[in-house]
């Protein structure tokens, strides 16, 4: 059984920052797609960051420069580090994972199997 656990979220001034966690199990992140996705009120959940099989990772434009993510094999854990928050990063913050021998970072949220249940970012300005 997959389960996936996220922790980090919290309320910060802009400017502030804060590091997502998501620990998984029952699944080898190693060999895995994973990716942070975030949907606020009345939006529609959009990809914000991604990491590949080999490490390669991708960001939506809007957190280019102020996020980073990446992965722990031995922790099985994905993180999420946020820098320079903005209010418009207010949302629920989701991990997913889809298990892959080889993928590059993917930001279509139809193609993740496993879901976490969210954390709360909200960024006070």
């Known amino acids: 059984q997959v389960q996936m656990v996220e922790s980090g979220g919290g309320s910060v001034q802009a400017g502030g920052s804060l590091t997502l966690s998501c620990v998984t199990s029952?699944?080898?992140?190693?060999?895995?797609?994973m990716g942070w996705f975030r949907q606020a009120p009345g939006k529609e959940r959009e990809g914000v960051a991604a990491i590949g099989t080999l490490g390669s990772t991708g960001y939506v434009d809007s957190v280019k420069g102020r996020f980073t993510i990446s992965k722990d094999r031995a922790r099985n854990t994905l993180y999420l580090q946020m820098n320079s928050l903005k209010p418009e990063d207010t949302a629920m913050y989701y991990c997913?994972?889809?298990?892959?021998?080889?993928?590059?970072?993917?930001?279509?949220?139809?193609?993740?199997?496993?879901w976490g249940q969210g954390t709360q970012v909200t960024v006070a300005s």
């Open positions: 029952g699944i080898n992140i190693a060999r895995s797609c």
């Open positions: 997913a994972a889809r298990i892959a021998s080889y993928c590059d970072p993917d930001f279509s949220k139809q193609n993740y199997m496993y």
